[in-house]
């Protein structure tokens, strides 16, 4: 750093500016006075403000010293494993809150935990402390896998407690940057199953379920109880080619079942992206990860008693005139439902979470005229949009977080609904479908329902139709409402009639006049006639209409019958 003061000034002058500003420079300071060529002081600056001892202006040899020991434990463990997170190209931990938190930490604590140990473990492996993180304060906890592989013992879990109950104090978001091994097993004495332990870990996370954001990005392999954290947060991303998580790591697999397999095969961001549904999004890279974090928390307050975010309203990316052309005449024609959903956000807005996991379900964040709101849409892409078990379980999850935060609801309806078969009962249909249809009755944000096309079956119920205290439930005019389609509704009802038509022609005309009229009396116009809905919207019009009823809606409140809790989980 090169600074030029006036002419007049003296050395000592000089020499207090260097020292002042060495205290917050990482390299040499050289201060000129005046014109001149040469440097009046050279002042060699690093990370703890290296100040010229018995200097007047500088700090004292007491904090000096103090400096020094925070910048040793900021160096974190020995030179070799620092050495192989290059090789992984994983950041160091600190280089990691670089990333995250370019304008430097609010504070640190727990600095010192494990100062006095023998064995030299810089901040027992874990920090914590609080940041500003998109204009936002947040709580946050970073594994430093340089010490003993990021495991869990004492010091950090007490750390790790700390954060987690002063973010019950304070409502702001946390932030859990996971690269850890699980705890140390050859001091589990000493934090394993105490009152204050790791299993308070998860208690707390259950408290803060639903009160705070809680955001999870994994860097590593977390094993066992570090695992249960990404699973608990509300939101979890794995980066690609570096996280995994699991109940067990592969050799303690092949030790109680037999089996060898690879930590990627067992947990990895493809495992729980695509299979299990434990991860929300997979990040390329570690820049990647927090440009994700960055974009979701844009969608949600602080905490529950807060308001989500207003954005400046923009156009849709395809204007919505074009929505009538994307929704096909025939019901079981498939269209990517992205497309119509792509005509009625803001531009830009789209987030997707769980994209590669029940996809006969789209469920992402999006905004209407600035506002947030949830979607979940049926996809006809996909399996025809029919309900699978999966989709089920992650609409109902989705759905409970968007209520938790205050994000209202858009339900589009284009769904067969529930799948039938065998193999649908052993994955637990009716369980999941439960589980969707009761986290729509409880939401108590505002909701609206669009039926697009096919709400045939139970499919309306889980989409929040009439029945479930949607403040609208409004339809295009290619909606149809009923118990079952067409072609399965002809089956059941008339099937044995038309086996008696023996002329081949007769009977597929009958069939086709049956089919027609079935069609008209599941109509939305007939539902509309009826009111059983409120109203059937031209296309073109949706995002305008969404847009006004949202607005209108806004501050509606619903409330809840007074008990302790429901009975489904």
Known sequence: MKVRIDEGASEDEAAAIAAALARHAVEEVRVYVGDAAEPAVVHEGNRVGDAVPHDDFGPTDREIALLEEIADIEQGGPEKYRERLDEQGKLFVRDRLDLWFPEGLLFEDGTFAEFDAADRLPADGLLTGAAEFEGREVHFMANDFTVKAGSMAAKG?????????????????????????????????????????????????SMLSGYVPQICVLYGPCIAGAAYTPVFADFTVMVKGMSAMAIASPRMVQMVTGEEISMEDLGGPEVHARYSGSADLVAEDEEHARDLVAQLIGYLPNNAG????????????????????????????????????????????????????????????????????????????????????????????????????????????????????????????????????????????????????????????????????????????????????????????????????????????????????YRQDIDVHRMASETVIDEIIPPSALRKELANRFAFYETVRKDLPDKKHGTVL
């Open 157 to 205: 879990v007490e750390k790790f407690l700390r954060m987690q109950q002063r973010a019950l104090k304070t409502g702001k978001p946390i932030l859990y940057l996971m690269d850890s091994s699980g705890g140390r097993i050859d001091q589990q004495t000493g934090f394993f199953a105490n009152r204050e332990g790791i299993g308070k870990y998860y208690y707390n996370h």
């Open 306 to 517: 807060g308001k989500p975010p207003r954005a400046e309203p923009r156009d849709p990316a395809q204007s919505p005139t074009g929505i009538d052309r994307i929704v096909p005449t025939e019901p079981n024609r498939g269209y990517d439902v992205r497309e119509l959903i792509d005509h009625v956000v803001d531009a830009e807005s789209f987030f997707e979470l769980q994209p590669n996991y029940g996809g006969e379900i789209v469920t992402a964040f999006a905004r209407i005229d600035g506002r947030p709101v949830g979607i979940v849409a049926n996809q006809p892409a996909t399996r025809a949009g029919a309900i699978f078990p999966d989709a089920a379980g992650k609409a109902a999850e989705f759905i409970w977080k968007c209520d938790a935060f205050n994000v209202p609801l858009l339900y589009l309806c284009d769904t067969p609904g529930f799948m039938a078969g065998s193999q649908v009962e052993k994955d637990g249909i009716l369980e999941q479908g439960k589980k969707m249809i009761y986290a729509t009755s409880s939401a108590t944000v505002p909701k609206q329902c669009v039926v697009v096309r096919k709400a045939y079956g139970a499919g309306i119920y889980a989409m929040s139709g009439p029945a479930y205290d949607p403040d609208s439930t409004i339809a295009l005019p290619s909606g149809e409402i009923a118990i079952m389609g067409p072609e399965a509704a002809i089956n059941a009802v008339y099937r044995n009639r038309l086996d008696a038509i023996d002329d081949p022609e007769e009977r597929a005309r009958r069939e086709a006049e049956l089919r027609e009229e």
